[in-house]
């Protein structure tokens, strides 16, 4: 013999005359929430999150350093701490620039066109004339 289960029955919802809420309404709103209370975050803690995150520190660093779960630091600070890193490169490669402009560092322009110009070190050779293969010894 099968046995099937029987659809829920469903609740009547009376409506309360002065206040147009369902008596479930009524219930949610009343009910406590659960769930833990959100981290609170002191003023100290959010200037070290932004200067470790203008100095390129990762995620987990971050955490370790200041004992707070990678897990929430990512929730509550992911797109913020990717907008520092992203301000502290900047801040870094302008001073590169003035650095190499300033004092004519030939290295750091170098290094800085390689990256930025995409240029190389590559020495083309172009040899004109014939090339003359020879043939191989026999041994």
Do not use: W
């Not at 099937?4 to 219930?27: E, N, R």
């Not at 240029?119 to 050779?125: L, V």
Request: aromatic letters at 4%; one cysteine or more.
């Amino acid at each position: 013999m099968i046995y099937m289960a029987k659809a829920p029955k469903q609740a009547k919802l009376s409506k309360t005359k002065a206040s147009g809420l369902s008596v479930v309404d009524k219930v949610k709103s009343v009910a406590k929430k659960s769930g833990r209370k959100k981290r609170e975050f002191s003023k100290e803690q959010i200037e070290a999150i932004t200067q470790m995150a203008e100095d390129n520190c990762h995620v987990d660093t971050i955490a370790l350093a200041l004992s707070i779960p990678k897990q929430t630091l990512v929730r509550r600070f992911g797109m913020f701490i990717s907008q520092k890193r992203a301000e502290g490169r900047t801040m870094l490669r302008r001073a590169q620039r003035e650095k190499a402009i300033d004092s004519h560092d030939t290295g750091m322009l170098c290094f800085l066109g390689k990256n930025d110009l995409k240029q190389s070190d590559k020495i083309e050779q172009i040899l004109s004339g014939q090339v003359q293969l020879l043939p191989p010894e026999i041994k």
